[in-house]
T-cell receptor, first 110, second 112 residues
Framework: NAGVTQTPKFQVLKTGQSMTLQCAQD?????MYWYRQDPGMGLRLIYY???????DKGEVPNGYNVSRLNKREFSLRLESAAPSQTSVYFC?????????FGQGTRLTVV | EDQVTQSPEALRLQEGESSSLNCSYT??????LFWYRQDPGKGPEFLFT???AGEEKEKERLKATLTKKESFLHITAPKPEDSATYLC?????????????FGAGTRLAVHP
């Protein structure tokens, strides 16, 4: 039972480069989320998708875009990476209450 | 403003030394209080959900309790394998979705 799968696990980007973080869940959940985790700040919501075909901004959406490709997949795109986007990114999914998380993508922007 | 504060930031215990972690919150329209465990380099792992004041949940050496303003995660006779960061989150309805607001976590180290 895979749960929530994220790729890649690690990535180094140069300032200005673009990339897409992939996320897929096999729990048939409607809601999916992208968080970033920075030291001392907890998890902060970037974007969420309440159901297939819908997306909306969370707490820190600037510099990011998302696509809910289908019920299983929710991707996060950085169009022009900045050092401030160095962080650990987590995808999560939920149905009614608790959220289940992937293993994270550690992104460094130099 | 919805807010979650966890204390202490870090806690060092000897094996077998029981203690409690605190999560205090302010939220309009609580839709659950969640505890997660996070190991280094891993994603948060779900532990408990509490919905109403007075509710308690237990799992092995962990017990979570909830009041109207805070939650406690009690760790009884901890072992080194309980070392991890423990995250608290509250669920709130806002902006048309069930949002989770996380605290910064408590880093627990249990030494033999």
């Amino acid at each position: 039972n895979a749960g929530v799968t994220q790729t890649p696990k690690f990535q180094v980007l140069k300032t200005g480069q673009s990339m897409t973080l992939q996320c897929a869940q096999d729990m048939n959940h409607n809601s999916m989320y992208w968080y970033r985790q920075d030291p001392g700040m907890g998890l902060r919501l970037i974007y969420y998708s309440a159901s297939e075909g819908t997306t909306d901004k969370g707490e820190v959406p600037n510099g990011y875009n998302v696509s809910r490709l289908n019920k299983r997949e929710f991707s996060l795109r950085l169009e022009s990476a900045a050092p401030s986007q160095t962080s650990v990114y987590f995808c999560a999914s939920s149905e009614k209450s608790e959220a289940f998380f992937g293993q994270g993508t550690r992104l460094t922007v130099v | 403003e919805d807010q979650v504060t966890q204390s202490p930031e870090a806690l060092r215990l000897q094996e077998g030394e029981s203690s409690s972690l605190n999560c205090s919150y302010t939220v309009s329209g609580l839709r659950g209080l969640f505890w997660y465990r996070q190991d280094p380099g891993k994603g948060p792992e779900f532990l408990f959900t509490l919905y109403s004041a007075g509710e308690e949940k237990e799992k092995e050496r962990l017990k979570a309790t909830l009041t109207k303003k805070e939650s406690f995660l009690h760790i009884t006779a901890p072992k080194p394998e309980d070392s991890a960061t423990y995250l608290c989150a509250v669920g709130a309805l806002g902006g048309g979705y069930n949002k989770l607001i996380f605290g910064a976590g408590t880093r627990l180290a249990v030494h033999p």
